[in-house]
């Protein structure tokens, strides 16, 4: 049982150039979230997913794109990076609603030249 | 929309000392969790909070709830180095979640 495992660990990317983050997470839980953190920061949600197929905006939707479809895994895209757009990349899944655990993955650290 | 307010923002800790963090909503809770990212790691999983007033202890940290369900507590008892981190609250009023900006804890040896 891995838990929840995110692809790549790290990558550097040119302003411009695209890329897919993986979120994997293997405990069947229906809801899947991506989280932004900047350093010394709060996480910032970007979207997220109540169910396979599904997706919503978070708090900073904008830039990024995400798809569902599958149950186990959750793609964050990219589809021209900024330099505004260097993070730590946090994905998480939890069972139900607001009432369980989240379980973080161990982050993507992106930085965009 | 729901406003979170954690405090304080950073906080350097004497080893052996105690210490309290504080996160405040704008709104009533259904619930708040708390976590705990270490340097360079991911946000752990520390306790759930549900009832207006609620205490929870894990050894030598201690959670509480407030009555009116806006505002939650984490007190730490004689400090030690492995408590190093950042603790974020997170909130949940109905379906929406947030996350506090978190109290960055620094121990002094």
């Known amino acids: 049982n891995a838990g929840v495992t995110q692809t790549p660990k790290f990558r550097v990317l040119k302003t411009g150039q695209s890329m897919t983050l993986l979120c994997a997470q293997d405990m069947n839980h229906e809801y899947m979230y991506w989280y932004r953190q900047d350093p010394g920061m709060g996480l910032r949600l970007i979207h997220y997913s109540v169910g396979e197929g599904t997706t919503a905006k978070g708090e900073v939707p904008d830039g990024y794109n995400v798809s569902r479809l599958k149950k186990q895994n959750f793609l964050l895209g990219l589809e021209s990076a900024a330099p505004s757009q260097t993070s730590v990349y946090f994905c998480a899944s939890c069972s139900t609603s607001g009432t369980d655990t989240q379980y973080f993955g161990p982050g993507t650290r992106l930085t965009v030249l | 929309g729901q406003q979170v307010m954690q405090i304080p923002q950073y906080q350097h800790v004497q080893e052996g000392e105690d210490f309290t963090t504080y996160c405040n909503s704008s709104?009533?809770?259904?619930?708040i969790q708390w976590y705990k990212q270490r340097p360079g790691g991911h946000p752990v999983f520390l306790i759930q909070?549900?009832?207006?007033?609620e205490v929870k202890k894990q050894k030598r940290l201690t959670f509480q709830f407030g009555e009116a369900k806006k505002n939650s507590s984490l007190h730490i008892t004689a400090t030690q180095t492995t408590d190093v981190g950042t603790y974020f609250c997170r909130l949940a009023a109905g379906n929406k979640l947030t996350f506090g900006g978190g109290t960055r804890v620094l121990v002094k040896p």
């Open positions: 909070l549900v009832k207006s007033g």
């Open positions: 709104t009533t809770l259904s619930n």
